[in-house]
Every structure is written in structure tokens, then in C-alpha cells.
């Protein structure tokens, strides 16, 4: 049996394509893969099955599995009447995406925050660093400063705010008179 060949057309698109997107996000095309499948499967899959779908070595399923539950959006579960280790997809969507928004703050933003306040106040100290490059940091500094601070904001809302939340963004953008690209 060939690798993929137990998905549908539609499941074997998906599984592909979100790895490939994986790959423009900065992460490994087997991790996003294992991601879509556990995501699409109905049930938890173990490491085996993963192994055979996707037609990957077991050491990536594994390290692939381990990231994922790193992240906090696999987990772990445990069938009964199996000893194997099988594993689950978040399946709220929202949920998912505050849990990797909240990574990605964590990994990337909040250290260049922290670069950027440096870059600051060693270009303050430093006479040879020109305003322009000062007022480039500190705008880049604020902008990140916002946008945290908005996502500070919506972050412990229930997902059925933010959806009404996000659904309002046609209608402020009607009443801003903004037109459709």
C-alpha cells in the first residue's frame, strides 16, 4: 500500500498542502503532516498508523509527534484494550490558533521585543547612530508593542466572542467606507 493511499482525494490534498504551508511557516514538512492528519482523523491514530499513511520513518513520526505535543496542540491518550501510545489533534480551530499565536509571541516576538529595547538604548548612548536609525527602532517598537497589546486583549476571550468579534470586521469596514479588494 502506497503512502497516502487510505485518505481521500480532499484528506490527502489537505495533508499535503498544510505541509507545505508548514514549510513557509518555518516548520518541518513532516510536523505540519502529522498536524493535518491528527487533525483530520476522527479518532486518535498511534504511531504506526501515522507511520504507514504518511509513508515517513518512524524516528520523524516521533520527533514530529514530540514538537507537536510541545506546541500543546497533540496530545497524548491512552485506548483501552491497547498499550500503544495513541495521539489526538486539537479540533478547535480557535483554540489551535491562540495556542500557536501564543508560541509564535513566546519564540519570535517577545525576544525581538527585547533585542529592539536594546537596540534603543544603545543607539540613546551612542552619538553615531543617526535619529533616523533611532526613529526606525522605535517605530518598529511600537508597532510591535500595539500588536501584542492587542492580542494581550482578545487573548482569554471565549471563542464565541472572538467570532463575533472577527464577523465584525465587514461591517466597521463598511462604516469606515473602506471597498473590497
Not at 504511531?47 to 520527533?63: C, D, F, H, K, P
Not at 480551530?93 to 495556542?99: G, K, P, S, T
Request: hydrophobic residues 40%.
Amino acid at each position: 500500500m502506497s503512502a497516502l493511499s487510505q485518505l481521500t482525494a480532499a484528506e490527502k490534498r489537505f495533508v499535503l498542502h498544510w505541509g507545505e504551508m508548514g514549510t513557509r511557516w518555518g516548520i518541518n514538512r513532516t510536523v505540519a503532516q502529522v498536524h493535518a492528519l491528527l487533525f483530520l482523523a476522527p479518532e486518535p491514530l498511534h504511531a504506526e498508523q501515522i507511520q504507514e499513511t504518511l509513508g515517513v520513518a518512524r524516528s520523524n513520526v516521533s520527533t514530529s509527534l514530540k514538537e507537536l505535543q510541545g506546541w500543546g496542540i497533540v496530545r497524548m491518550v491512552h485506548l483501552p484494550g491497547d498499550r500503544r501510545d495513541h495521539f489526538e489533534s486539537l479540533k478547535d480551530v480557535w483554540e489551535m490558533f491562540r495556542i500557536v499565536i501564543e508560541e509564535r509571541k513566546r519564540r519570535e516576538v517577545d525576544p525581538t521585543l527585547s533585542v529592539i529595547r536594546e537596540c534603543i538604548a544603545e543607539a540613546d548612548k551612542d552619538p553615531a547612530t543617526s535619529t533616523y536609525t533611532r526613529d526606525r527602532l522605535r517605530e518598529m517598537q511600537g508597532f510591535l508593542a500595539t500588536t501584542t497589546g492587542w492580542y494581550a486583549t482578545f487573548r482569554g476571550w471565549p471563542t464565541s466572542v472572538l467570532t463575533r468579534f472577527f464577523g465584525l470586521a465587514e461591517k466597521a469596514r463598511k462604516l469606515l467606507g473602506l471597498t473590497g479588494d
